[in-house]
């Protein structure tokens, strides 16, 4: 006799409804509350800062930035020109997957995946060209903590990527789901990246 | 024939072939279990993990209303009494109350939308794992002294980091339920037309992974000024002020959300489907999640009824939307469930009672919750916000214990007995008010809040807390014997005769 139990058996067909999509969207969520929520603390921190005169004596400022620390704006500017051009090789893929080019949506993507690597480099240049430590103080601490975040996201993206590009590399051309979520989550990474760079790198 | 039964016959006859078969090692089936994608073993560990946690949690609550029987005297050492009124407040909502409620959302969602397994199994059980290991953590830098405030910094580092992995695992399994709801529904099913339960769960997982990046990003700029500097951020005695406001209200009402959905989704049981307004109910339930707006912008909305009709007005508006926006949704879908039951004149069920009852208590604890933030009452840094946390985080235990009953049969595939769940969904509930109801008073004579030595105040401190502590002492025995009960049951009992109708209600009511 048999004793034992089982639970319901499989239910009916299931119809997957862009799952790729849906995911990249809550991702894209989940990294857009943990910047803002950063950058909120940041702006909490900046506007409570003491006042200070300037050089000149002819306004009084913020006493957030210290004075001896200066954005290397070359490189931070040359990050926000990579994030447009991720999202644009990152939609060419899309375009091609549409088409079911798998060699240009490889070829895109594999840009995509070098323009991350790049953004990775210039990440890494602008600490180096800043030459602070974590333990320097208030702004540098912070600094450190809210970049290294937008750094994971990057690397998070990256892997996105990867797995993008593995999968039109093995022959999946038609895999548009995923290819047009992968889009998706390069756009958003790139607003957020950009509400990072004015805050941290233009307003300061 | 039901699915079941296609189920179980299909087992008959593999059964005869399996049995020549070498039988399993206790090793090789605990690897199995623990390294499953199976979303209904996913979401049992879930379950059973939060349940031990609850006793644990329990026995924590009554020792820390014993140790304030008497204000003169210690029972337990000074320093370790700051480390326990923080882990009650960990416990309570990131042990029990939200894994709880994920581990039924992870094990029934699948099977109420017609999903052949939860969307990125493996990912839910990396979130598993995560969360689990982030407890551990936790508990073990709280059993050294190294909660917020702690004396011990690396204690306190391994404490950021233990709720860094809780955040992540929680963050994980939301994000496969909100998948499954959203993607893996069988073909036809609308999003309106989504059983009740699933409904909730997308409700509630979306509001956690809005809700708990918010707490990572602050938990991020303490850690590294906590690992590096040591004064930005206040050290040790600062991480409660970064990241208190997730262990309070309106955070905290984002964890009940689901009972709404497992009390509907019980009354939709008994009604045969039939619910008048159902569309009222899906509004309910997101009415709740207005306790997001609330809980991302850290906002502690207050009202004050003195002086000008202007300036109570002032704060009477933010006060309503952000404090009572989410009652008018518990209110919703209680008034409804009535309402289905009354005009349907539905046969009782035994799960009814205790998801009934922790509704209620949520209710009670949002409007305790109501009454704290009007200043006029002056209760603030009072136990009166011990309380509500009680109220609602043992009212999500109590409708947890309505779930496992309901749904248990489905997970499980046997059925567990109804009177035992009966007498302990109504144990459950006087544990609840016991554990709760004697600090709505003792805020009211200002007994301060996590306090345990050197207060007093003019009425029977000793009854209050001896109240609290068999109160939450209560508790802890109601769980065992659930726990007890149910793996009995499961293990054991008559196979179930639930079909998978049970598990849905009827979309045109």
């Known amino acids: 006799m048999n004793t034992s139990a089982t639970a319901l058996g499989a239910g009916p067909t299931v119809v997957m409804r862009r799952p790729a999509l849906v995911v990249a969207g809550l991702l894209s969520a989940v990294s857009a509350m943990l910047i803002g929520s950063m950058l909120a603390i940041w702006l909490d921190f900046r506007s409570n800062a003491p006042l200070r005169e300037s050089p000149d004596g002819s306004k009084m400022l913020r006493d957030w930035l210290p004075e001896n620390i200066k954005i290397p704006e070359v490189a931070t500017n040359t990050m926000m020109m990579t994030f447009v051009i991720t999202c644009v090789m990152a939609q060419w893929a899309v375009y091609s997957s549409r088409r079911n080019d798998s060699k240009h949506v490889s070829l895109a993507l594999g840009v995509v995946l070098l323009t991350e690597i790049a953004l990775v480099n210039a990440q890494f240049a602008v600490y180096t060209q800043m030459g602070i430590g974590v333990r320097d103080g208030s702004y540098m601490t912070m600094f450190y903590a809210v970049t290294a975040t937008m750094l994971a996201i990057i690397i998070v993206c990256m892997g996105f990527t990867l ?13 548009r789901d995923l290819v047009s979520a992968h889009a998706f989550y390069c756009y958003v990474v790139s607003a957020i990246f950009a509400a990072l760079w004015l805050v941290v790198y233009v307003q300061k | 024939m039901t699915a079941l039964e296609v189920s179980t016959s299909a087992t008959s006859s593999s059964s005869s072939s399996e049995s020549t078969a070498t039988k399993p090692t206790l090793l090789t089936a605990v690897v199995a279990y623990l390294t499953a994608s199976d979303h209904k073993r996913i979401g049992r560990l879930l379950i059973s993990f939060s349940a031990i946690f609850a006793v644990g949690t329990a026995i924590e609550g009554a020792v820390l209303g014993a140790e304030r029987i008497s204000p003169s005297s210690s029972l337990v050492d000074a320093g370790i009494i700051v480390q326990l009124f923080s882990a009650l407040r960990f416990d309570l909502i990131f042990s029990v109350a939200i894994p709880l409620m994920l581990g039924l959302a992870v094990a029934v969602v699948p099977m109420q939308v017609g999903a052949r397994a939860i969307a990125f199994a493996r990912s839910a059980m990396l979130g598993f794992y995560l969360w689990l290991f982030g407890v ?132 939709a049981t008994m009604t045969r489907g039939k619910q008048p307004l159902r569309a009222g109910l899906f509004v309910g339930v997101g009415l709740m999640s207005t306790a997001v707006i609330g809980a991302v912008t850290q906002s502690s909305h207050t009202v004050n009824f003195s002086g000008n009709i202007s300036d109570i007005l002032k704060s009477l508006i933010p006060y309503l939307f952000f404090n009572d926006l989410s009652i008018l949704g518990v209110l919703v879908v209680l008034g409804l469930c009535l309402l289905a039951l009354k005009k349907e004149r539905a046969k009782l069920n035994a799960a009814f009672v205790p998801a009934f ?36 985080c043992y009212g999500v235990l109590l409708s947890g214990i309505g779930a496992v009953a309901h749904f248990g049969p489905r997970i499980w595939g046997r059925e567990i007995p109804s009177k035992p769940v009966l007498g302990l969904g109504l144990l459950g509930f006087l544990a609840t008010v016991l554990a709760s109801l004697p600090y709505f008073i003792a805020g009211f004579v200002d007994q301060p809040a996590s306090v345990a030595n050197g207060f007093d105040y003019s009425g029977p401190i000793w009854l209050w807390n001896s109240l609290v502590a068999a109160g939450h002492a209560l508790m802890a025995l109601v769980v065992t014997l659930f726990f007890a009960l149910a793996a009995k049951s499961f293990r054991s009992g008559p196979i179930s005769t639930a079909t998978s109708a049970d598990l849905f209600e009827s979309v045109n009511g």
């Open chain 1, 163 to 175: 797995l993008a590009l593995f999968r039109s590399i093995a022959g999946r051309a038609g895999d």
């Open chain 2, 136 to 267: 551990i953590l936790v508990g073990s830098s709280y059993l050294n002294n190294g909660g917020p405030g702690g004396g011990a910094t690396e204690m306190v580092d391994l404490f950021l980091a233990g709720l860094g992995l809780v955040i992540a695992g929680l963050l994980l399994i939301s994000a496969s339920v909100a998948t499954t709801v959203l993607a893996s529904r069988r073909a036809g099913m609308t999003l309106i037309e989504t059983p009740i339960f699933s409904w909730s769960a997308l409700v509630a997982s979306i509001s956690l992974l809005l809700t708990l990046p918010v707490l990572a990003g602050a938990l991020i700029y303490v850690a590294v000024d906590h690992t590096y500097e040591r004064a930005t951020f206040g050290a040790t005695e600062g991480v409660n002020a970064w990241i208190g406001w997730a262990f309070t209200s309106p955070q905290i009402f984002i964890v009940a959300i689901p009972t709404l959905g497992v009390l509907a989704q019980i009354v």
């Open chain 2, 357 to 392: 009852l922790g509704v209620g208590m949520v209710f009670t604890g949002m409007v305790g919750n109501a009454g704290y933030k009007i200043i006029n009452l002056e209760l603030s840094n009072t136990v009166f916000e011990e309380g509500v946390l009680v109220y609602i």
